[in-house]
């Protein structure tokens, strides 16, 4: 079983993607001086949403990444265990036809 090596990678630029986009609203956000005050304030609480749910949605996969290499780490683990008794059961076979 193989690790991803560069899931990381990529959600952290398709974060920073997210994060530039969300800076990019408030900032249009600000400047436009005939934007509506309870426009400009929906605006930005709905970013303050999104802000919070890509930063939720980042720590639940960052938690699964984790479970997963503990699993790969145990079925590894298993694996060789399995090998190990293997070997020995046919080593005892060997010794066995021998005698």
């Known amino acids: 079983m193989t690790e991803p090596t560069h ?6 630029a398709n974060t920073d ?8 609203l408030v900032s249009i956000t600000e400047r436009r001086g005939n934007l509506r005050s309870d426009l400009r304030k929906d605006i930005l609480e709905e970013v303050s949403s999104l802000r919070n749910y890509f930063g939720h949605t980042q720590s639940n996969l960052e938690a699964k990444t984790a479970a997963y290499k503990e699993l790969a780490r145990e079925a590894k683990e298993s694996k060789e265990e399995i090998q190990r008794l ?3 059961e046919n080593q005892n076979e060997t010794c ?3 005698s």
Do not use: K
């Open 86 to 88: 293997r070997d020995t």
């Open 7 to 12: 899931t990381h990678a990529r959600t952290h």
């Open 17 to 24: 993607g997210v994060e530039h986009t969300l800076a990019s």
């Open 96 to 98: 066995s036809a021998i």
